[in-house]
């Protein structure tokens, strides 16, 4: 218990010590500019920041993104248990999927954007941009964990006979388990990323991205900066409550 509340206390003493160094930073950098219109200041945005709580567009805003991630994590979480279940089951089946993985990372999100905007519009390109980024990294991270046993493991099965169901519940998901909270936590993140940054291109009506976009179009600066600042708080509560939630569940595993 005392090693607990000693790491959390070792851990948020690290959290303000990056939050003080950032805002340091942002101080004497906004004072350098000396331009509201290019970096506000402290005091600018967090001004912004409490006129953007109090803003209905904003919370319509941001569920409208919330959900369109909401979609694409489900999505990308069903494609990835399939094709990691079919990966471990058959090799034929990952020599295949391997390259396509490798391939949808390289992809160019702002090119593949504009192309899904023409292809399924405004309203699905962010979704599909999101499946299309985060079901790589769930893929290519959950395999990476798994190669990582022993390969005895592996043959110990195949002479005992086990069946690929057997060998997934009693050697894979074990495996892979301990690591599921932060492969999923950080995909979530990259998530709504990607989303934001499609709302953007794709002029998503009631979404995060098109707030900023509209801010961007009317130099509103601190405005802009207050959004990007409640992108990344909800990014990260996210990616906490993800995290721990999973973690909990899966405590057996450990």
């Given at each position: 218990m005392k090693g607990a509340v000693k790491r959390?206390?070792?851990d948020a003493a690290y959290i303000v010590a990056v939050v003080g160094i950032t805002l340091a930073v942002w101080a004497i950098s906004a004072a350098a500019v000396d331009s509201e219109f290019v970096l506000p200041?402290?005091?600018?945005?967090?001004?912004?920041?409490?006129?953007v709580l109090r803003y209905g567009a904003f919370w319509s805003g941001l569920?409208?993104?919330?959900?369109?991630?909401?979609?694409?994590?489900?999505?990308?979480?069903?494609?990835?248990?399939?094709?990691f279940m079919l990966s471990v089951a058959s090799p034929h089946f990952a020599r295949m999927i391997d390259p396509v993985v490798s391939a949808l990372r390289s992809?160019?999100?702002?090119?593949?954007?504009?192309?899904?905007?023409?292809?399924?519009?405004g309203y699905g390109?962010?979704?599909?941009?999101g499946v299309l980024v985060?079901?790589?990294?769930?893929?290519?991270?959950?395999?990476?964990?798994?190669?990582?046993?022993?390969?005895?493991?592996?043959?110990?099965?195949?002479?005992?006979g086990a069946s690929n169901r057997q060998k997934l519940n009693a050697l894979w998901f074990p495996?892979?388990?301990?690591?599921?909270?932060?492969?999923l936590s950080t995909a979530f993140s990259y998530n709504i990323k990607a989303v934001v940054g499609a709302e953007i291109l794709a002029q998503t009506s009631g979404s995060l991205g098109m707030l900023m976009k509209?801010?961007?179009?009317?130099?509103?600066?601190?405005?802009?900066?207050?959004?990007?600042?409640?992108?990344?708080?909800?990014?990260?509560?996210?990616e906490a409550v993800i995290r721990l939630g999973l973690r909990a569940a899966l405590k057996r595993f450990d």
């Open positions: 959390i206390s070792v200041s402290i005091g600018a945005t967090f001004a912004a920041f409490d006129d569920s409208g993104t919330l959900s369109r991630c909401l979609i694409g994590f489900v999505v990308s979480f069903a494609l990835f248990v399939v094709a992809l160019p999100a702002v090119a593949v954007t504009l192309i899904l905007v023409l292809a399924v519009g390109a962010p979704v599909v941009l985060i079901m790589p990294i769930m893929y290519s991270s959950a395999r990476a964990r798994v190669a990582t046993m022993p390969k005895e493991l592996s043959e110990l099965c195949l002479l005992w495996c892979l388990a301990s690591g599921l909270p932060e492969i509209i801010a961007q179009s009317n130099l509103q600066t601190a405005m802009l900066v207050a959004y990007v600042v409640a992108a990344v708080v909800v990014s990260v509560i996210a």
